[in-house]
C-alpha cells in the first residue's frame, strides 16, 4: 500500500475491532485525504459500518486513528465531532418542520468552544448564515434553502444530511450509505454531488452498495471481507481484481458515472 502524501485528513493505521470472539475489523489502514473521495466496500457484514463506528468514537478498537496528525482514537465521539470528523447515519436524521436552512442552522450554531471563542469575535448570526448558504450551494440545494424539509424528495432529503455535515465544519465525511433508495437518476446526480463536496475541501469516505456508483466516483477503493482489508487501489483496478471480484463485484463491473 502506497504511503499518503500528507498526514492531513483521516489516517487509520491496524485499526481493529473485536466483538468477542469476532474480528469485525482485522488491521484496517486507510488514508481519506483532503479534496479525496474513498471508497469502502464489502459484502454485507464485511465490517464497513463498524469501522465508521470505530473511526467516530462508537465502538471501542484498537490501533491508530489520526485527523491531521494527531492521535484521535483516546477522544469521547463528540470531540471527535468538534475536531472535524462527521458521519451521517443511514436513517433520516433532518427536522421535518424546519426549512432546509434552518436544519443547516442547527448544525453551523452546535460547535464546541471554538465556536464559542470565534463567536465572541465574529457575529454569530452572519458567519453561520455564511456557512448554510456555501454547504448548500456547494451540494446544489440553493433554490430550496427556505422549504421544509419533509417537503423534499428523497435524494434531496440525503443531500441536506450531508450539507449538515459540511456546515457543521466537517474536514472529513463519513457517508454511510447516503444513496440508498436512491433510483438510478437520483444516484448518478448524487455521485457529481459527492465529488463537488470533495472538490470544494474535505476527504470523503463513501460505503455502498451501489457499485457504479462508487467505483464511479471515487479516487481510490478498499475492499472487506470479513473484517479483512483485501484490497486498496484504483476504482479501474477494482474492477478487474481477481480477489475483489471473487469476493464482492461477482463480475467485471462497467463505469456510469464520469
Ligand atoms: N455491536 C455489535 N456487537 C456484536 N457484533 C456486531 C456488532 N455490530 C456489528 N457486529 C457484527 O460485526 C460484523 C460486521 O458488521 P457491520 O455492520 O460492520 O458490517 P457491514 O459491512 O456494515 O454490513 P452491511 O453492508 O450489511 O451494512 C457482522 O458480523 C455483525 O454481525
Same mark, same amino acid.
Given at each position: 500500500m502506497s504511503e499518503p502524501v500528507s498526514d492531513k485528513g483521516l489516517h487509520t493505521r491496524d485499526l481493529t475491532v473485536r466483538y468477542g470472539g469476532l474480528v469485525? /475489523? *482485522?488491521?484496517v489502514t486507510i488514508d481519506v485525504e483532503p479534496g479525496k473521495v474513498v471508497g469502502l466496500i464489502g459484502p454485507n457484514g464485511a465490517g464497513k459500518t463498524t469501522f465508521v463506528d470505530a473511526v467516530t468514537g462508537f465502538t471501542a478498537c484498537e490501533g491508530e486513528i489520526l485527523l491531521d496528525g494527531t492521535r484521535? *482514537?483516546?477522544?469521547?465521539p463528540h470531540e471527535r465531532r468538534t475536531a472535524g470528523l462527521s458521519r451521517t447515519w443511514q436513517s433520516g436524521e433532518l427536522f %421535518? /418542520?424546519?426549512s432546509v436552512a434552518e436544519n443547516l442552522l442547527v448544525a453551523a450554531r452546535a460547535g464546541g468552544w471554538r465556536t464559542l471563542v470565534r463567536d465572541i469575535f465574529v457575529p454569530r448570526r452572519k458567519k453561520s448564515d455564511d456557512v448554510v448558504a456555501r454547504a448548500l450551494d456547494v451540494v446544489g440545494l440553493g433554490d430550496v434553502? *427556505?422549504?421544509?424539509?419533509?417537503?423534499?424528495s428523497l435524494g434531496q432529503q440525503k443531500l441536506v444530511g450531508v450539507a449538515r455535515a459540511l456546515a457543521g465544519g466537517a474536514e472529513v465525511l463519513l457517508l454511510d450509505e447516503?444513496?440508498? %433508495?436512491?433510483?438510478s437518476m437520483e444516484s448518478q446526480s448524487f455521485a457529481g454531488r459527492i465529488r463537488s463536496i470533495a472538490d470544494s475541501g474535505p476527504g470523503v469516505l463513501l460505503i455502498d452498495h451501489d457499485m457504479s456508483l462508487v467505483l464511479g466516483v471515487c479516487d481510490t477503493v478498499t475492499v472487506l471481507e470479513f473484517g479483512k482489508q483485501i484490497f486498496t487501489g484504483t476504482p479501474a483496478e477494482a474492477r478487474t481484481d481477481p480477489t475483489v471480484v471473487a469476493a464482492y463485484l461477482g463480475a467485471p463491473v462497467e463505469a456510469t458515472h464520469a
Open positions: 469485525a /475489523n *482485522d488491521s484521535i *482514537d483516546a477522544l469521547p %421535518g /418542520n424546519l434553502a *427556505d422549504t421544509l424539509a419533509r417537503d423534499l447516503p444513496a440508498a %433508495g436512491l433510483d
